[in-house]
């Protein structure tokens, strides 16, 4: 099943609790709160966006953005929403991002054992580059690097 009628937003600081809900409904934190907030406050090369379903934001994108390159920092829809095309939009979103601000490259890392993330990133043509030993420091666990070359205009 696919949802419609899902639109994509740039979040606010008075998203920051919907997209900590998102987390916990995946039983993750890969941002705190403070990060957040302070990239929300001080950082115009951070962003970050919702996918709104129902007035309700859905799933989220956290990027990084410099010059021509982007690094995903994360990507999380709701445990309900998911498997339904939400982070395939926010993927989409960001793609149309980097071509309209002439981004060359899309980085991001991923845990080894996260193998939806994975699927979903090589059916959006990412190609894996790299593998850091022992990245994550809960768990010891690898971080494979993956990159999408965007195509010009």
Do not use: P
């Amino acid at each position: 099943m696919v949802i419609n009628n899902i639109t994509i937003k740039k979040l606010e600081k008075n998203d920051i609790n919907k997209i900590l809900q998102i987390e916990k409904s995946q039983n993750v934190n890969i941002l705190k709160e403070t990060v957040i907030l302070d990239d929300m406050s001080n950082s115009n090369n951070t962003l970050y966006f919702g996918a709104i379903y129902n007035d309700i934001i859905v799933g989220y994108i956290a990027i990084t953005y410099v010059i021509d390159t982007i690094d995903i920092l994360s990507i999380v829809t709701m445990k309900n929403y998911e498997n339904v095309g939400v982070a395939t939009l926010l993927l989409e979103y960001i793609f149309n991002f980097a071509k309209k601000n002439n981004v060359n490259k899309i980085f991001l890392e991923v845990r080894t054992s996260n193998t939806k993330a994975i699927n979903l990133y090589e059916k959006n043509n990412f190609k894996l580059i790299s593998k850091r030993k022992n990245y994550y420091t809960d768990t010891k666990e690898d971080a494979l690097i993956y990159l999408k070359e965007i195509k010009k205009i």
